[in-house]
């Protein structure tokens, strides 16, 4: 019987590769909350007292290290291959959809995701590290409006601290060529209105304008609440216009029913995006709908909605539906250039 496969990248990389798998597998956050907390224990120990805790069996003393993160930390120290590791890269490891490699490969950057200052699990930074080895040349931070309660939606004056976080962020990242770029997913209120102060709209470099409230709405007045939120001229991309739940954890919701054509139409008149979301729970817009954008002649944007850093890559789900619907790649927003994107966003 042959020994442990080496393995020489160290106890917060194998971490960070457990929580990536497992979020990318859609596993429960609870199972990948144990595997973060370890690695940002560990991030800034010096390795030798990591060995040391190591040799003497003290890691469980650290904070947030159990008995099964001890086990993994102990298995990198020694440079074999975590077994956790092996078995998350067996179960979670391979390509999650067939089809949308070659749009997939013309993708540069992600214009929808969440951070742990709003509904999303982890820190602005893990999340950026994580899109650079995804890649990518950018990602957009779009944590929620003031009014989505629920999700720890960001005042006006909790969106310009963040700011200066991401200034902060991009300043070390700096030499990687990737740009954190700043954003909103702003919540579409019941009159069309976008739920942030036009002051701090106009710093973002893109906003995302979403419905997530009276989804049941008459179909004529959620019809003319859409066609404004998209006439805005602060709207850059329509976030999951159905709203519909499809599977997973949060169980299933219908479509909101509203004028497709015309919201289309819309988002063709003003240059906004249609958002392909890639969520698996969600696959937003339907095909039927997919198609009438690409028939009206609509800009998309593919995005991730990712609320944990391993979820930035459910990317390839939406460009394999983009793909099946043959939309052209030039239409895709996100496959331009950061330049392109900022001027189409700021226009
Ligand atoms: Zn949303
Ligand atoms: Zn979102």
Same mark, same amino acid.
């Given at each position: 019987?042959?020994?442990?496969?080496?393995? *020489?990248?160290?106890?917060?990389?194998?971490?960070?590769?457990?929580?990536?798998?497992?979020?990318?597998?859609?596993?429960?956050?609870?199972?990948?909350? #144990?595997?973060?907390?370890?690695?940002?224990?560990?991030?800034?120990?010096?390795?030798?007292?990591?060995?040391?805790?190591? *040799?003497?069996?003290?890691?469980?003393?650290?904070?947030?290290?159990?008995?099964?993160?001890?086990?993994?930390?102990?298995?990198?120290?020694?440079?074999?291959?975590?077994?956790?590791?092996?078995?998350?890269?067996?179960?979670?490891g391979?390509?999650?959809?067939?089809?949308?490699?070659?749009?997939?490969?013309?993708?540069?950057?992600?214009?929808?995701?969440?951070?742990?200052?709003?509904?999303?699990?982890?820190?602005?930074e893990?999340?950026?590290?994580?899109?650079?080895?995804?890649?990518?040349e950018?990602?957009?931070?779009?944590?929620?409006?003031?009014?989505?309660?629920?999700?720890?939606?960001?005042?006006?004056?909790?969106?310009?601290?963040?700011?200066?976080?991401?200034?902060?962020?991009?300043?070390?990242? #700096?030499?990687?060529?990737?740009?954190?770029?700043?954003?909103?997913?702003?919540?579409?209120?019941?009159?069309?209105?976008?739920?942030?102060?036009?002051?701090?709209?106009?710093?973002?470099?893109?906003?995302?304008?979403?419905?997530?409230?009276?989804?049941?709405?008459?179909?004529?007045?959620?019809?003319?609440?859409?066609?404004?939120?998209?006439?805005?001229?602060?709207?850059?991309?329509?976030?999951?216009?159905?709203?519909?739940?499809?599977?997973?954890?949060?169980?299933?919701?219908?479509?909101?029913? %509203?004028?497709?054509?015309?919201? %289309?139409?819309?988002?063709?008149?003003?240059?906004v995006?249609?958002?392909?979301?890639?969520?698996?729970?969600?696959?937003?817009?339907?095909?039927?709908?997919?198609?009438?954008?690409?028939?009206?002649?609509?800009?998309?944007?593919?995005?991730?909605?990712?609320?944990?850093?391993g979820q930035?890559? %459910?990317?390839?789900?939406?460009? #394999?539906?983009?793909?099946e619907?043959?939309?052209?790649?030039?239409?895709?927003?996100?496959?331009?250039?950061?330049?392109?994107?900022?001027?189409?966003?700021?226009?």
């Amino acid at each position: 019987m042959s020994g442990p496969e080496p393995y *020489a990248d160290g106890p917060v990389a194998a971490l960070r590769r457990i929580a990536f798998l497992l979020e990318r597998g859609r596993e429960d956050t609870y199972k990948v909350k #144990a595997f973060r907390a370890a690695a940002a224990t560990l991030l800034p120990m010096d390795p030798a007292d990591v060995a040391a805790a190591t *040799a003497a069996g003290t890691l469980t003393e650290l904070p947030g290290i159990g008995a099964s993160t001890a086990a993994v930390i102990a298995e990198a120290v020694r440079g074999e291959t975590p077994a956790r590791l092996a078995r998350a890269e067996a179960e979670h490891g391979g390509p999650l959809v067939q089809g949308g490699e070659e749009l997939m490969a013309a993708i540069r950057g992600d214009l929808h995701s969440h951070s742990d200052w709003s509904d999303g699990g982890s820190p602005i930074e893990e999340m950026a590290f994580t899109a650079i080895e995804l890649g990518r040349e950018y990602q957009v931070l779009t944590d929620h409006s003031p009014r989505l309660k629920v999700a720890r939606g960001l005042s006006a004056e909790r969106l310009a601290r963040q700011l200066d976080v991401v200034d902060a962020v991009n300043a070390h990242l #700096a030499d990687t060529g990737f740009t954190l770029l700043k954003g909103i997913e702003v919540d579409i209120l019941d009159d069309g209105g976008l739920d942030q102060t036009k002051e701090m709209l106009a710093r973002l470099d893109v906003r995302v304008a979403s419905v997530h409230s009276k989804l049941a709405m008459e179909p004529a007045a959620m019809t003319r609440r859409m066609v404004a939120a998209v006439a805005n001229p602060f709207t850059n991309v329509l976030g999951h216009c159905t709203g519909r739940l499809v599977t997973g954890g949060r169980g299933t919701r219908p479509e909101s029913r %509203f004028d497709a054509r015309r919201v %289309f139409e819309a988002c063709a008149e003003h240059g906004v995006a249609v958002e392909i979301n890639a969520r698996p729970e969600r696959r937003d817009p339907p095909t039927r709908l997919l198609e009438l954008a690409r028939d009206v002649g609509c800009l998309f944007s593919i995005d991730s909605d990712a609320h944990a850093p391993g979820q930035l890559d %459910f990317l390839p789900y939406g460009a #394999a539906r983009a793909a099946e619907a043959g939309i052209d790649p030039d239409r895709i927003v996100n496959t331009w250039p950061r330049e392109r994107l900022l001027a189409w966003a700021s226009r």
